[in-house]
């Protein structure tokens, strides 16, 4: 393995979040306003950046070469005047390449013997009153090159962005080769000045043009994808920076606002409780995520109407038969003998959560209708208030919740169809229970596929994420991951964006 290879795949996690507006000096300030934080460690790094090789390529392969036109006058001679065209690169080979985090700056990269052929073809001219000559020549140019990029990451327009304007090309050889090498030494040695100093001079211009230009567009395509990758339908979240990213000799540290829009509305955030402390660097990629981020977000889908459940007669048979110790409620068993009966659950408050190192506590209310069929009143209505703590896992690209219930209220129990309200013991027991038994659980089933969905849906399923690890904490939660980066991933967008 490499040791690694610049800034562009770098941009790819540290870029992951839309803009915004401003950009806060002082950094406890921009702690307290940040909902979330992203820290790429060094071996992360290392990852990410074996994949830049293909960044490099392309900016060579995909820079375009304008012609240059000279001439010279010599004794005898006369005037020469001379062009290079159709400068093409081939057989491009990458050698070795470092790079290190500068703390408080940025990345230094070197990619050690760049080999490539140029080829194009040379027009020249030259006469007196007793020469007149024009020409032209095919010929080809061997050379070895050490590529320097020291990127600067910092703030710019509430995102992460880098200045790649600190870029060399180092050549170590430059050989010529004209067709037949036929042409008398002079020519070839004015050829020769000549296109060491015109390839010298372009390829560093277009390369470095080149890398700039594909480091803007990997950073804005990533960012467009982030900007979807918390969104759905009406529902979005502008995580844009809210600092300048730190940079130490073992990690990158960016900061994100993690305000929730909705309904033309968004979220405030200030009070958030992260400090750098509270990451290690044990692994590659580090999350830290704010309840002020969940909650808002929470909020916005229960007043979107997300949280509804439609379960069926059949699968709320089977789910009380095999999770209950007895339904003895005669009602619900002839109701639910009806083909057509379902029962039908809603939130009907706003769902809050609190984070604690046992898990997330989250306290929700919800309602529920159990319909025989047909067009008629709802047979059962009821309302409970659930107070459950939910840690999370993730697995084979699937997210896992698991719930331990630790409060649940009766808040209404009515049989609509017999006129008359469940007030005993026994009645009330059967709804806690089958709360407990059967509709937690089965919410967060359905809950854990959602947001599987949702991911998906947003690529997370096409990386290779490894031994992830979900940590609770007063106020906030932790992931943190090894990761894999498909290597095909970055091909596939190169190859459509430089079509």
């Not at 460690?41 to 012609?67: C, D, G, M, W």
Request: with cysteine; aromatic share 8%; proline share 4%.
């Amino acid at each position: 393995m490499s040791k690694t290879e610049s800034v562009f795949t770098l941009l790819l996690l540290l870029s992951l979040f839309g803009p915004t507006y401003s950009c806060l000096e002082d950094p406890a300030a921009a702690y307290r306003q940040s909902g979330a934080v992203c820290r790429l460690t060094y071996p992360a790094a290392v990852v990410l950046n074996e994949k830049t090789t293909k960044v490099i390529e392309a900016a060579f392969q995909h820079a375009r070469y304008p012609s240059m036109q000279g001439e010279k006058s010599l004794l005898l001679i006369g005037k020469v005047s001379y062009g290079l065209e159709n400068l093409e690169i081939h057989n491009l080979s990458i050698g070795r390449s470092e790079f290190e985090l500068v703390p408080g700056k940025g990345i230094a990269l070197k990619i050690s013997n760049v080999s490539a052929v140029f080829k194009g073809t040379i027009l020249y001219g030259y006469g007196s009153w007793l020469i007149d000559v024009a020409q032209s020549l095919d010929l080809e140019i061997e050379s070895q090159i050490d590529l320097g990029i020291n990127p600067r990451l910092y703030c710019g327009k509430g995102k992460v962005a880098a200045d790649t304007s600190d870029c060399y090309l180092k050549f170590h050889k430059l050989h010529l080769h004209l067709q037949g090498d036929k042409e008398p030494n002079w020519l070839k040695k004015l050829f020769t000045d000549f296109i060491t100093f015109t390839v010298k001079l372009v390829v560093k211009g277009q390369i470095c043009k080149e890398i700039n230009k594909l480091a803007d567009i990997l950073s804005d395509f990533i960012q467009d994808t982030a900007a979807h990758f918390l969104s759905d339908g009406d529902i979005s979240v502008d995580i844009g920076v809210t600092a300048a990213p730190t940079i130490t000799a073992n990690y990158i540290e960016s900061y994100h606002k993690g305000l929730t829009n909705y309904n033309n509305t968004t979220s405030v955030l200030n009070e958030s409780v992260f400090h750098p402390s509270q990451l290690t660097e044990d692994r590659m990629l580090f999350f830290w995520f704010s309840d002020e981020l969940f909650n808002p977000l929470i909020a916005a889908a229960h007043h979107d109407g997300r949280f509804h459940l439609n379960v069926s007669s059949e699968e709320l048979s089977g789910l009380l038969k095999s999770s209950l110790s007895s339904v003895n409620m005669e009602y619900i068993q002839t109701c639910l003998a009806a083909a057509s009966a379902q029962l039908r659950v809603w939130s009907s408050a706003v769902p809050h959560l609190r984070t604690f190192t046992t898990g997330s506590r989250v306290t929700a209310q919800a309602r529920g209708e159990l319909h025989c069929g047909g067009q008629e009143p709802p047979a059962l209505v009821f309302e409970t208030r659930v107070i459950v703590d939910v840690t999370a896992s993730y697995t084979d690209k699937k997210l896992f919740l698991h719930g331990s219930p630790k409060e649940i209220s009766v808040l209404q129990a009515e049989i609509l169809s017999q006129d008359k309200v469940l007030q005993d013991e026994a009645q009330a027991h059967f709804i806690r229970e089958a709360v407990e038994k059967v509709g937690v659980p089965k919410v967060l089933s359905v809950l854990q596929v959602e947001i599987t969905r949702l991911l998906n849906k947003q690529g997370a399923n096409l990386f290779d994420i490894l031994d992830p690890e979900v940590l609770p904490h007063e106020g906030f939660i932790v992931t943190k991951m090894d990761f894999g980066f498909p290597h095909h991933l970055l091909v596939d967008f190169l190859k459509k964006t430089l079509q």
